[in-house]
């Protein structure tokens, strides 16, 4: 098992480009989440999934847009990127959320 | 709501003492807890968790935390720092049951010194 898996690991974006965040998972996980890591904040929820085609907004959805087509795959699209997006990014996959998996991350730099 | 209090943003110990970061939680129901460490540019990893179950839960690396409802916290120890022990360190909280998310603290940054 590969666990959660995300691409890239690092990018850098000009204000107003737009990108997608890989994040997949091969434990058949039903859940999946996105969170967004920033110096003194912790990790703050953006959207999540309960399930393939059921997405649900967390804390800071704004900007960012999910879709849940298949259960592995859960990614997370910026539409047009913002210097405020500068974050770094990790996805959880879980069955129960006492037990989440994370990935590795991906680091975003918006200029 | 939940939410989780670190009291400490960072904690700076010598090598072989004893390490404590402190963690308050706030739950409308019951909460499981957790600590995550953080190691510089890797991703998280699960040190330990709370569920209901025994108190005093030990986890990986010599760590331990104790969750004392009366005063609704869930402190980390481990009795002697080690120099891998250096790290940012999350406390998480979450209830017990649906698709609900994690909450983390805003972490305590650990430096060891040699």
């Known amino acids: 098992n590969a666990g959660v898996t995300q691409t890239p690991k690092f990018q850098v974006l000009k204000t107003g480009q737009s990108m997608t965040l890989q994040c997949a998972q091969d434990m058949n996980h039903e859940y999946m989440s996105w969170y967004r890591q920033d110096p003194g904040m912790g990790l703050r929820l953006i959207h999540y999934?309960?399930?393939?085609?059921?997405?649900d907004q967390g804390e800071v959805p704004n900007g960012y847009n999910v879709s849940r087509s298949t259960t592995e795959d859960f990614p997370l699209r910026l539409l047009s990127a913002a210097p405020s997006q500068t974050s770094v990014y990790f996805c959880?996959?879980?069955?129960?959320?006492?037990?989440?998996?994370f990935g590795p991350g991906t680091r975003l730099l918006v200029l | 709501a939940q939410s989780v209090t670190q009291l400490d943003s960072h904690v700076s110990v010598s090598e072989g003492t004893p390490v404590l970061l402190r963690c308050n939680y706030s739950s409308s129901y019951s909460p499981s807890l957790f600590w995550y460490v953080q190691h510089p540019n890797k991703g998280l990893q699960l040190l330990l968790k709370y569920t209901s179950a025994a108190t005093l839960v030990k986890g990986i690396n010599g760590f331990e935390a104790e969750f004392k409802k009366s005063e609704t916290s869930f402190h980390l120890t481990k009795p002697s720092a080690h120099m891998s022990d250096a790290a940012e360190y999350f406390c998480v909280v979450t209830i017990q049951t649906g698709a609900n998310n994690l909450f983390f603290g805003t972490g305590t940054r650990l430096t060891v010194i040699p």
């Open positions: 959880a996959s879980y069955v129960d959320p006492r037990t989440q998996y």
């Open positions: 999934s309960v399930g393939a085609g059921i997405t």
